[in-house]
C-alpha cells in the first residue's frame, strides 16, 4: 500500500495560504508529521507568486484575507493552463451553503469548515491527492490506447491498401507485406516465405530459409508445433493464435499466428499457409497496461469510503464498492446505472450532482440519504476532463456519515443536559478552541460578559489584542498538560474590573490529541480583598520597621550630636560667665549659647522618632509636643497651607504618652493637608483649658464633669460628605484613590484618644472645611514653686572624681567645669583603663561620671562592675542616645543619675552634688569629711 504522502516514491508538496499565523502553523504541523512536503504562504499574492515558481501537488487555500480572498486567487490559478488542474481545497470558518458552492463555482474541488479535526485535513487531502493521481493515470492510460488505436488503424489502413495492390500486382504485394507468409509441407519444410519473414526471422534472403524444417528452425519451443498440429487437424485453421519463434541469431520473440490447411481436391492436408507478426511490443505495452490497473485496482480499493467513475449517461465504469455489500455481483456487472444499483430506482435523482458536473464542470459536495440500507452519505464529486477539456468522466467518493449524524442527535441531547446542568452552577464555564476563540460559554459567563461566543477571549475578557500574559490556555495547549490555575483579572460588560480563579483543562478527542480547553472561572473579588487589605497591612508594618530603623539612625546621630553639644555648651557658658556684663561679645556670645540651645531643641525632635516605649504614660504638658510636632511638619507641608497656632501654654497637665500624642497630631495635619492640596488654605490648631459641668451639652461624649484640655485641628479643605461621616473612624474606610490611603489614620487617633480616656468629635460641611476636638482630662492640679529670684552659685566641693568617656572634648570640659568647682579629677577615654584605676584604689574615688556608649566596654557594664567592687560607689552615666538603657534601667543597676546629654554647666554641678550629698545621708564618708 502507498503510503498517503508519497505517489510514484515522491513526497507530495502541499500550498498552505493563510493570513493567521495560528492556523498556517497548525496545519503546518499536521501535513508536514504525516509526511507532506508543506510550502506556506501568508497572502493570497504570495500563493499566486509561489505557484508561478513551483507547481504544488495540492493547495489548502483560506477565503478569508486581508489582499485576495481565496475565491479569487482561485479563479486565477484556474484560469491559467499551468496551475488549472491542481487540486483546490478551501478552508474556512464560513460553513454557509452558498459559500461552498462559490467555492466551488471558483474552481475547489473541496470545502472544509472551520474548526476542523487534523484527521478530516488528512482524508480529504489524502483523498484529493490519490484521485488526481488517479485521474493522471487514467489520462495516461487513455492516452497510450488512443496511440495504439491509430497506430493499429494506421496498418490496417496500410493492409488494405496493400490488399488492392495486390490485386493488381500480387508479386509487389506480397513481397512488402508486413506480415511475414510461411508455406510448408505436412513435414515442416518450408516451401515459400516473403521478405517480411526473412527480416524477422533474421536471415539474409528467402533462399536461407527454403527446406529447412520448421521445428528446427522457427519454433521456439518444439512441442508447440505438435500442439498447433493437433488444433488445425481438429479444427482446419486457427486464427491469433501466439507462439513464441526464435531469430537465426537465437532471440526469442512473440508471433501471433493465423495457420490453415491447405487440401487437395479429396480434403487431404497437403500443406499448411500461414501469417504471423511481431507482437513483443505489443505485448509488453499490453503487460504494462495490465499493470498500470492493477495498480489502479490497488489505488480505488485502498480508499476508504464508496469511489465511483460515472460517465454521461451515469453508467458505473469502475466501482470500488466500498461499503456496499447488499449490492450482488450481477447487479455490478456490465456497467450498471448508479441510481438502479444504489438506489433502486428507475430514475436519475432529482437534481443530480453528477449531471451537473457534466453541465458546469464544478466539483460539488452533496449529502445523500440512502433509502435502500437508511444511511446517510457525503458524496464529493469532480470531472475528470479530456484533452478537449471536455467533461469525459465523474469522479465520486461517497463517505459513510449515518454514525456522525446519530454522534450530532446524540451530541445535541448531551449538550442540552449539559445546558441545564451549567446553567445553574456558580462558577463560570467556557470552552476556548486553539485560535482563542469562545466556542461556548454558561449562563454566569453571559450575565457577566454578554454574548461571547465565538470571539476571541482576551478581547472579551480583558479587553487585550494580545494573549493574556500567564494565559492558561496558551500554557495547556502548549504543553498538553493540565489542569492549569492561576489568577486572572478582568473586565466585565459594565467596565468594572473583576478578579478570577480560572482552572483550565485540557479537551481531548478519542485519539487523545487536544481539540480545545475548558475553564472554570471563580470569581474571587472578596478573597483579593482581603489578601489586599493583608497587603497593607504588611505595607505599614514595612513602614512601622523603616520608621524604627530611621529612628535607630535618628538616634546615633543624636548621641554624637549631643556629645558635640556639650562641648559646645560647656565652653561657651565657661566664656561667657569671664565676659564684661554689657558687653557687645557678651551678646554676641549668648547667641553662640541660643543657637547650641535650639541644636538642642532639634535633637529632640529628632529622638521624636527613636521613643519605643509603646504606652509611656507619665504627665505630659501638650503644648510641648504640639509646638514641636507642628515645627517638625512645617518642612512637610505645602506652602500654600498656612499653618495657624492658638496654643495655650498655661493648660493643666494630662496623662499621655507623648509618642502617641505626636502620631495622633501626625495624622490629623497629614489629613488636613491632604483635603487642602492643589488649592491651599489655612491649617489652625488651637489648644485650651475648659471646664465641662453637668449642664453642658457635651456631657453626651459621655465625659465626666471636670478640667479638659482641649485640641482643636480645622482646615479649609472640600469637608466630608454627609453620608461618609458615621464611618470615617472605621478602620480601612477611606475616601482617598487607591495606592494614596490605607483607611486607618483616623481609626487610629480614635483608638489612642480613648486609650487616654478621652473622646473625638468631628465637624464638617462640604466646601467649607473640617474640624476635630479632641478632650483630654487634665491631671489635678499640684503645688507649684516659684522660681528662684536671682540665681544662685553653682554648688562644688573637693571630692576626687573619675570621669570616663570615649570623646577627648567631652573629657576636657567635663574637667575644666568640676576643676573650676574645686572637685579632683582624674579622666580617662578608655572604660578599661578606668576600670583599672579603679582597681587599684577603689576607696580613692567619691564618685564616677561615665558615658555610655563608648567601645570595648559599655558605661553600663562598667557600673556593673564598679558597683561589684564597692557597691556604695555613686555613679552618674550620660548618654546622647541609647536604645539599650534608659532612667528605669539605670537604677536597677544601681545608678544614681541618669542624665541624657548635653548636660549644661549647672545641671552638671547639681548632679554632682546631688550624688555626693545623698552618698554622704546613707551613712558613708566621703574624702572630704575625713580630718
Same mark, same amino acid.
Given at each position: 500500500m502507498i503510503h498517503a504522502a508519497k505517489l510514484d516514491n515522491k513526497p507530495r508538496e502541499i500550498l498552505v495560504v493563510d493570513d493567521t499565523p495560528a492556523s498556517l502553523q497548525l496545519l503546518a504541523d499536521i501535513l508536514g508529521s504525516n509526511g507532506y512536503r508543506v510550502r506556506p504562504a501568508s497572502s493570497g499574492r504570495l500563493a499566486l507568486r509561489s505557484v508561478a515558481v513551483a507547481r504544488p501537488d495540492l493547495i489548502l487555500l483560506d477565503v478569508k484575507m486581508a489582499d485576495l480572498d481565496g475565491y479569487e486567487v482561485c479563479r486565477q490559478l484556474k484560469a491559467d493552463a499551468a496551475s488549472r488542474d491542481i487540486p483546490v481545497i478551501f478552508i474556512s470558518a464560513l460553513d454557509g451553503t452558498a459559500d461552498k458552492v462559490k467555492g466551488f463555482d471558483a474552481g475547489g474541488v473541496d470545502f472544509i469548515t472551520k474548526p476542523f479535526q487534523p484527521e478530516e485535513v488528512l482524508a480529504r487531502v489524502k483523498t484529493h491527492l490519490e484521485l488526481r493521481h488517479l485521474q493522471v493515470q487514467l489520462q495516461k492510460a487513455y492516452a497510450d490506447v488512443e496511440l495504439q488505436v491509430r497506430q493499429r488503424t494506421a496498418e490496417l489502413c496500410q493492409a488494405n491498401a496493400d490488399l488492392r495492390e495486390s490485386e493488381r500486382k500480387f508479386k509487389t504485394i506480397f513481397e512488402n507485406i508486413q506480415d511475414g507468409y510461411l508455406l510448408a509441407n505436412m513435414d515442416g519444410a518450408i516451401l515459400l516465405v516473403n521478405q517480411a519473414s526473412v527480416q524477422m526471422l533474421g536471415y539474409d534472403n528467402a533462399g536461407e530459409l527454403i527446406g529447412r524444417k520448421m521445428g528446427d528452425e522457427i519454433y521456439g519451443r518444439p512441442a508447440d508445433r505438435e500442439k498447433l498440429k493437433a488444433i488445425l487437424r481438429e479444427k482446419g485453421r486457427v486464427d491469433d493464435y501466439e507462439l513464441p519463434f526464435r531469430r537465426r541469431n537465437g532471440e526469442h520473440f512473440i508471433a501471433s499466428c493465423s495457420v490453415h490447411l491447405v487440401k487437395d481436391a479429396n480434403g487431404q492436408p497437403i500443406a499448411l499457409e500461414g501469417l504471423?507478426?511481431?507482437?513483443? +511490443?505489443?505485448?509488453?505495452?499490453?503487460? +504494462?497496461?495490465?499493470?498500470?490497473?492493477? #495498480?489502479?485496482?490497488?489505488?480505488?480499493?485502498? *480508499? /476508504?469510503?464508496? #469511489?465511483?467513475?460515472?460517465?454521461?449517461?451515469?453508467?458505473?465504469?469502475?466501482?470500488?464498492? !466500498?461499503? !456496499?455489500?447488499?449490492?450482488?455481483?450481477?447487479?455490478?456487472?456490465?456497467?450498471?446505472?448508479?441510481?438502479? $444499483?444504489?438506489?433502486?430506482? +428507475?430514475?436519475?435523482? /432529482? !437534481?443530480? !450532482? $453528477?449531471?451537473? *458536473?457534466?453541465?458546469?464542470?464544478?466539483?460539488?459536495?452533496?449529502? $445523500?440519504?440512502?433509502?435502500?440500507?437508511?444511511?446517510?452519505?457525503?458524496?464529493?464529486?469532480? /470531472?475528470?476532463?479530456?484533452?478537449?477539456?471536455?467533461?469525459?468522466?465523474?469522479?465520486?467518493?461517497?463517505?459513510?456519515?449515518? +454514525?456522525?449524524?446519530?454522534?450530532?442527535?446524540?451530541?445535541?441531547?448531551?449538550k442540552e443536559k449539559l445546558e441545564t446542568v451549567t446553567r445553574n452552577i456558580g462558577v463560570g464555564l467556557t470552552v476556548i478552541s486553539r485560535d482563542f476563540r469562545v466556542l461556548w460559554a454558561n449562563r454566569v459567563l453571559k450575565e457577566t460578559f454578554g454574548d461571547i461566543e465565538g470571539k476571541i477571549c482576551h478581547q472579551i475578557f480583558n479587553k487585550r489584542d494580545q494573549v493574556c500574559p500567564g494565559c492558561g490556555v496558551r500554557q495547556v495547549f502548549s504543553t498538553g498538560q493540565g489542569p492549569v490555575t492561576n489568577e486572572q483579572k478582568g473586565i466585565d460588560a459594565a467596565g468594572k474590573e473583576i478578579w478570577s480563579e480560572i482552572i483550565v483543562t485540557p479537551v481531548t478527542d478519542e485519539q487523545g490529541n487536544i481539540t480545545s480547553a475548558l475553564e472554570v472561572v471563580v470569581p474571587i473579588n472578596e478573597r483579593k480583598r482581603a489578601e489586599e487589605e493583608k497587603r497593607e497591612i504588611e505595607r505599614q508594618l514595612r513602614q512601622a520597621q523603616k520608621m524604627e530603623s530611621v529612628g535607630t539612625l535618628a538616634g546615633g546621630i543624636a548621641h554624637d550630636f549631643n556629645n558635640i553639644l556639650t562641648a559646645v555648651l560647656g565652653y561657651a557658658d565657661m566664656v561667657r560667665e569671664e565676659l564684661i556684663p554689657g558687653s557687645r561679645t557678651l551678646m554676641l556670645q549668648q547667641e553662640v549659647i541660643n543657637a547650641g540651645l535650639r541644636a538642642k531643641d532639634l535633637v529632640k525632635q529628632i529622638l521624636t522618632f527613636s521613643r519605643q516605649t509603646e504606652h509611656d504614660f507619665k504627665p505630659l504638658q501638650l503644648h510641648l509636643i504640639i509646638k514641636e510636632t507642628l515645627q517638625l511638619l512645617r518642612a512637610s507641608i505645602p506652602t500654600t497651607i498656612e499653618i495657624r497656632q492658638d496654643i495655650h501654654t498655661c493648660c493643666g497637665a494630662v496623662l499621655a504618652d507623648p509618642t502617641q500624642i505626636h502620631q495622633v497630631m501626625l495624622n490629623l495635619c497629614t489629613n488636613a493637608s491632604y483635603a487642602m492640596q492643589g488649592k491651599g488654605g489655612v491649617l489652625k490648631v488651637s489648644l485650651q483649658e475648659i471646664q465641662i459641668g453637668p449642664e453642658d451639652q457635651l456631657a453626651t461624649l459621655e465625659l465626666q464633669p471636670g478640667r479638659y484640655v482641649q485640641l482643636a485641628v480645622s482646615d479649609t479643605g472640600a469637608g466630608i460628605r454627609p453620608e461618609d461621616m458615621e464611618k470615617i473612624f472605621e478602620p480601612y474606610f477611606t475616601t482617598k484613590p487607591a495606592n494614596e490611603g490605607t483607611g486607618l489614620g483616623l481609626s487610629v487617633v480614635h483608638g489612642i484618644v480613648k486609650s487616654h480616656k478621652g473622646r473625638i468629635t468631628v465637624y464638617s460641611e462640604p466646601g467649607k472645611g473640617t474640624v476635630f476636638n479632641l478632650y483630654f482630662p487634665c491631671l489635678p492640679a499640684l503645688d507649684e514653686k516659684g522660681e528662684a529670684a536671682a540665681a544662685e552659685p553653682l554648688p562644688g566641693g573637693n571630692e576626687h572624681i573619675l570621669v570616663v568617656d570615649d570623646e577627648e572634648f567631652v573629657i576636657k570640659i567635663e574637667r575644666f567645669i568640676l576643676e573650676n568647682l574645686g572637685y579632683r579629677i582624674t579622666a580617662t577615654t578608655s572604660s578599661l583603663e578606668a576600670l583599672r584605676l579603679f582597681e587599684q584604689q577603689p576607696a580613692d574615688f567619691d564618685l564616677v561620671i561615665t558615658d555610655m556608649t563608648m567601645p570595648q566596654m559599655t558605661g553600663a557594664d562598667l557600673a556593673r562592675k564598679l558597683l561589684a567592687i564597692r557597691a556604695d560607689m555613686p555613679i552618674i552615666l550620660c548618654t546622647g542616645f541609647n536604645e539599650l538603657i534608659n532612667e528605669e534601667t539605670a537604677r536597677d543597676i544601681g545608678i544614681r543619675v541618669f542624665a541624657l546629654k548635653p548636660v549644661s554647666k549647672k545641671d552638671l554641678a547639681e548632679m554632682v552634688r546631688s550624688a555626693l550629698d545623698d552618698t554622704r545621708k546613707t551613712g558613708r564618708q566621703t574624702r572630704a569629711d575625713i580630718p
Open positions: 504471423f507478426r511481431d507482437i513483443s +511490443e505489443r505485448k509488453k505495452a499490453s503487460e +504494462e497496461l495490465k499493470q498500470s490497473q492493477r #495498480l489502479l485496482q490497488s489505488l480505488f480499493d485502498a *480508499i /476508504p469510503g464508496l #469511489l465511483n467513475v460515472l460517465d454521461k449517461d451515469l453508467n458505473i465504469i469502475y466501482s470500488n464498492w !466500498h461499503d !456496499h455489500d447488499y449490492i450482488s455481483a450481477e447487479q455490478r456487472a456490465d456497467n450498471p446505472k448508479c441510481y438502479r $444499483v444504489f438506489l433502486q430506482k +428507475e430514475e436519475p435523482c /432529482p !437534481h443530480c !450532482h $453528477v449531471q451537473g *458536473i457534466f453541465a458546469t464542470g464544478k466539483p460539488c459536495i452533496a449529502e $445523500v440519504f440512502n433509502n435502500v440500507d437508511g444511511g446517510y452519505k457525503e458524496v464529493s464529486a469532480f /470531472p475528470v476532463f479530456d484533452e478537449a477539456g471536455k467533461v469525459r468522466y465523474v469522479v465520486e467518493h461517497a463517505t459513510d456519515i449515518s +454514525e456522525r449524524k446519530q454522534a450530532e442527535l446524540a451530541l445535541r441531547a448531551e
